[in-house]
């Protein structure tokens, strides 16, 4: 820290005027955890859209994670050794819920730097391109289909018109699972269209019949397998841009060709659903329809396929929650009585689901009650077990299973209140966003409540157990 004047001047600042969050050695942690933020999104927004496609992201993110994993127990782990709090005369622990605070802020900082991958993949997709931009490529697109005169493939061809208006035809308007059965073929440096079903004859239009302009297999390939194989796809889009510019002085991008690709407006990964489905659509109606999507995914604050706000917010804010009481109980108990409580804590579930089976216990409802009666006979044992120096490590115990198993008892509440809610209404008339705003709502409550309670109710006990003689 004293390498870096700026750090060793706040380090001196908390010493001095806030030994409470100094002793925290959060401030170590916060300057890496926005450096982690900053390098990550950068070098996200960095990339290419079409580049997210693969798993080497994937592999990135997963390795951020485990390193950050790794930080954080190195981090308790010198806590634990050089805890500051010792110098201090013996300060009781908990003293200040601002301590808490700050300790779930560099948390969630720290749990939010994998997470930019996400956020910064979502603003650099939904803002490389403009309407304008999007108008005036499609349009190169338009007339590079229109001019290009080659060879026509086995079984299918798509015919390109100059006109802005697409039109889809088939021979058998009927059949809809024709390119689900396509597959291609290269021979002689060709790339060939089959079809599995062994129709034949089957062409598919751009714009109106009798044009005679035909795309090649090599085209085809590209439109479809675009996502697929994007090496492949921009190799071929190269030659397509050279011969369009050779053809009609047209420059086109390929890496922008590509672009339009990946975001539906050829949706090479949906050809069968969306492509039949825009009989009479029209240019504008392509644009549209992209600016529509771009809304919704807005809308929804999808950082990525499946994954809303509120997804978003559980899958940071509990995580960092339940490991912020870990670093407070790893730092308000020794470490035997922390390291027991760990291993009773994975087994407590266990323990409780056992019970309801060895009483008889039925459904959700049954089980719920056993929970409630567990976390009850945990309180008893705790009170039973307070004043007595013999049984220090087992009041421990229980006081640290009481304050995380708390934070979660409004969930089982809710989620008792939602079960008879569902057997009692078909599943038809549920109204789910509503089911989806009341789970929402316990989760943002109940972390307020519970700091209450820390302060009111759990913070003496833990000054009481702290201050407690040892055998």
């Known amino acids: 820290m004293r390498k870096f004047k700026f750090f060793h001047r706040i380090d001196q ?45 994937e592999i990135f993110i997963s390795w951020l994670y485990f390193f950050a994993v790794v930080g954080l127990v190195l981090w308790l782990v010198y806590m634990f050794r050089f805890n500051p709090i010792k110098n201090f005369g013996k300060r009781p622990p908990m003293d200040e819920l601002q301590n808490l605070g700050i300790t779930f802020m560099g948390i969630v900082l720290l749990a939010t730097a994998p997470q930019i991958f996400f956020v910064a993949r979502n603003i650099r997709m939904h803002t490389f391109i403009s309407e304008p931009e999007l108008a005036q490529n499609l349009n190169k697109i338009n007339i590079v289909l229109s001019m290009n005169h080659s060879l026509e493939t086995d079984s299918a061809m798509i015919r390109a018109s100059d006109t802005n208006r697409r039109k889809y035809y088939l021979d058998d308007p009927t059949n809809t699972k024709y390119m689900d059965s396509v597959y291609f073929d290269k021979k002689d440096s060709i790339w060939h269209c089959y079809d599995l079903n062994h129709f034949k004859n089957y062409e598919i239009y751009y714009g109106d019949k009798e044009n005679n302009e035909v795309l090649t297999g090599k085209e085809i390939y590209y439109v479809l397998q675009g996502l697929k194989t994007r090496k492949d796809t921009l190799r071929i889009l190269q030659d397509f841009s050279v011969a369009a510019e050779r053809i009609g002085g047209v420059k086109l991008n390929p890496e922008t060709m590509y672009r339009y690709l990946i975001k539906g407006i050829f949706p090479a990964n949906s050809i069968p659903d969306y492509r039949l489905s825009l009989v009479e659509s029209t ?21 990525y396929e499946g994954l809303r ?27 035997k009585t922390f390291l027991i409580s760990i291993g009773i804590g994975p087994l407590l579930p266990l323990v409780v689901f056992l019970t309801g089976l060895a009483f008889g216990v039925h459904g959700e409802e049954g089980f719920f009650a056993v929970v409630l009666l567990t976390y009850i006979i945990i309180w008893l044992i705790y009170y039973s077990c307070r004043n007595s120096a013999r049984f220090a490590s087992i009041s421990g115990i229980a006081l640290n299973i009481l304050v995380f198993v708390t934070p979660v008892i409004g969930l089982f509440f809710e989620a008792w209140w939602e079960q008879n809610y569902r057997h009692g209404i078909p599943y038809e008339l549920q109204d789910h966003a509503f089911l989806d705003r009341v789970r929402l709502t316990v989760e943002l409550v109940e972390i307020p409540v519970f700091l209450i309670l820390l302060q009111l109710v759990f913070k003496p006990l833990y000054i009481r157990w702290y201050s407690m003689p040892r055998e």
């Open 283 to 303: 240019f504008d109606d392509y644009i549209r329809e992209f600016k529509s999507n771009l809304n919704y995914q807005l809308k929804y604050f999808t950082i």
């Open 309 to 335: 706000w509120n997804e978003i917010l559980r899958f940071i804010l509990y995580p960092s929650f339940f490991i912020t009481l870990l670093i407070l109980m790893f730092r308000n108990m020794t470490l």
């Open 13 to 57: 600042f908390l010493l001095r005027h806030y030994p409470g969050i100094w002793a925290l050695q959060i401030h170590r942690l916060l300057p890496w955890a926005l450096i982690i933020i900053a390098f990550t999104g950068l070098l996200v927004y960095a990339q290419s859209p079409q580049s997210y496609s693969g798993n080497q992201m």
